[in-house]
T-cell receptor
Framework: KNQVEQSPQSLIILEGKNCTLQ??????????LRWYKQDTGRGPVSLTI?????NTKSNGRYTATLDADTKQSSLHITASQLSDSASYIC????????????FGRGTSLIVHP | ETGVTQTPRHLVMGMTNKKSLKCEQH?????MYWYKQSAKKPLELMFV???????ENNSVPSRFSPECPNSSHLFLHLHTLQPEDSALYLC????????????????FGEGSRLTVL
């Protein structure tokens, strides 16, 4: 069964600190993996996309990694800001077959001043 | 601004009411989606329209009725809902292409927060 598991479920950190969110998936065959950010009361917005050949990709203070062999991805946030408080959702798309991606439950991040 | 607009943003309705959620996308996309988001659960796909044709109905109860009059507009008609239907309903759109060119990025609206009393 194609699944996407995220950890931790929730995380509280102090402003300025770094953190790393994890995503493990069983979706196969793999096409791409996206990290979405969802602010409270808003819709999810794509932060970054990782394809099979990419190991690391940065978007400002956000850095995503992908290990296609172990089927793991991480999202590292550097020097966190209050505006980083949100839910971060890992979404994996399957190659061929259904074009509908598989969503993880998300990690809820709270950044305190 | 994602280019996908949902109205209303908030809706409170009784179990016997009939209401509709509206979604409009200004991105020129050819696929539109309804997702349900409940607390602590992954987004649940409800319906997919591809070039105005419904291609997915994810075992959704008949009290939810979608309508896609054209590739830019999507509605979700609600009738005799249950309290457990209270959730955030998200509309999304994407550009479908053939083969490996499709990245699958979904562009979401802000959502309609539904409360069923």
């Amino acid at each position: 069964k194609n699944q996407v598991e995220q950890s931790p479920q929730s995380l509280i950190i102090l402003e300025g600190k770094n953190c790393t969110l994890q995503c493990n998936y069983t979706v196969s065959p793999f096409s791409n993996l996206r990290w979405y950010k969802q602010d409270t009361g808003r819709g999810p917005v794509s932060l970054t996309i990782m394809t099979f050949s990419e190991n690391t990709k940065s978007n400002g203070r956000y850095t995503a990694t992908l290990d296609a062999d172990t089927k793991q991805s991480s999202l590292h946030i550097t020097a966190s800001q209050l505006s980083d408080s949100a839910s971060y959702i890992c979404v994996v798309k399957r190659e061929g077959g259904s074009y509908i991606p598989t969503f993880g439950r998300g990690t809820s991040l709270i950044v305190h001043p | 601004e994602t280019g996908v607009t949902q109205t209303p943003r908030h809706l409170v309705m009784g179990m016997t009411n009939k209401k509709s959620l509206k979604c409009e996308q200004h991105l020129g996309h050819n696929a539109m989606y309804w997702y349900k988001q409940s607390a602590k659960k992954p987004l649940e796909l409800m319906f997919v329209y591809n070039f105005k044709e419904q291609t997915e109905n994810n075992s959704v109860p008949s009290r939810f009725s979608p309508e896609c009059p054209n590739s830019s507009h999507l509605f979700l008609h609600l009738h005799t809902l249950q309290p457990e239907d209270s959730a955030l309903y998200l509309c999304a759109s994407s550009h479908r292409t053939s083969g490996r060119a499709e990245t699958g990025e979904l562009f979401f609206g802000e959502g309609s927060r539904l409360t069923v009393l």
